[in-house]
């Protein structure tokens, strides 16, 4: 079960990093649109929600894969059989 922790901890990184871009764009163009309010210039309108919430929703599994990768479960303690030999678990 390591090496399955390992990917889904690599793959919620990813993801993090993936919304943390896409809300960084969507953010970018929230920008762009209010300097263009501001100067009284117009400029196409693009809807930033969609993007916002594409973003927060990457962030918001990629934050649950890596908190479901960390998790170690219960600690089992260590079987001895009644011939000496010890099974780690």
């Known amino acids: 079960m390591k090496i399955v922790s390992r990917i889904v901890a690599i793959i ?8 943390i871009g896409i809300l960084g764009y969507g953010t970018f163009q929230i920008w762009q649109q209010y300097l263009a309010i501001s100067a009284d210039r117009s400029k196409s309108f ?27 479960g219960v600690g089992r303690p260590d079987v001895i059989k009644p011939d000496g030999t010890t099974i780690v678990r």
């Not at 919620?12 to 919304?19: E, K, S």
């Not at 693009?46 to 960390?70: D, H």
């Open 46 to 72: 693009v809807n930033p929600l969609p993007m916002s919430l594409l973003g927060t929703l990457v962030v918001a599994v990629g934050a649950f894969l890596i908190g479901l990768s960390l998790y170690r």
């Open 12 to 19: 919620g990184i990813l993801a993090l990093v993936a919304g």
